[in-house]
């Protein structure tokens, strides 16, 4: 039943042109280091929430004025509506690191869809936490932090959250 759901979901993100597909592929390297660490939970003051806050409006506006000069806010934009489709049917939630994780299990039917579309999306969020901190001169894991309670708050009642301690739950 979970399955038909799933395929249901992605059908009908496809049919309302949620997503998209193109010949066009523009690929840009990202770093990323993985390596094994501890993940402790971050307390996030007032003044990390309003730097962080206050920075994301900052380039908001600037983007606004010049969308192309903002490709990483373009790409943000245009994907909100797929992304809160996958929040809104629980395919994706919302990480205590202010990045999406995908809740499919990787043998199901569009896991990969999703996941693709989920990579995308973090990859942009990275950059945009890193211009934050590098401005705002904050500790990466403070931007995180930061960027993820300001997601849970905006996200609407039914999103799949993960609090402070790694623990799931519905909003």
């Known amino acids: 039943m979970k399955t ?5 979901s992605l059908l009908t993100l496809a049919a309302a042109g949620c997503i998209k597909t193109t010949s066009e592929v523009e690929v840009k390297p990202v770093e990323v280091s993985v390596a094994p660490i501890e993940i402790k939970p971050i307390q996030i003051s007032l003044e990390v929430r309003v730097k962080v806050e206050d920075e994301l409006k900052q380039q908001t506006r600037a983007a606004e004025r010049a969308p192309e000069a903002d490709a ?4 943000l934009r245009e994907r909100e ?3 809160a489709k996958c929040l809104a049917d629980g395919l994706a939630g919302e990480s205590n690191q202010g990045f999406l994780v995908n809740r499919l299990e990787s043998d199901t039917p569009g896991a990969s869809v999703v996941q693709f579309l989920i990579d995308m999306d973090n990859a942009d969020r990275l ?3 890193q211009r934050i901190a590098e401005r705002q001169k904050l500790t990466p894991e403070q931007v995180r932090a930061g960027w993820a309670v300001r997601t849970a708050e905006r996200r609407p009642a039914g999103t799949w959250l993960e609090d402070a301690d790694g623990r799931w739950y519905q909003k």
Not at 4 to 8: D, F, G, N, T
Not at 72 to 75: I, L, P
């Open 81 to 83: 509506p797929q992304i």
């Open 72 to 75: 990483v806010f373009r790409r």
């Open 127 to 129: 950059e945009l936490m």
């Open 4 to 8: 038909a759901a799933i395929s249901l």
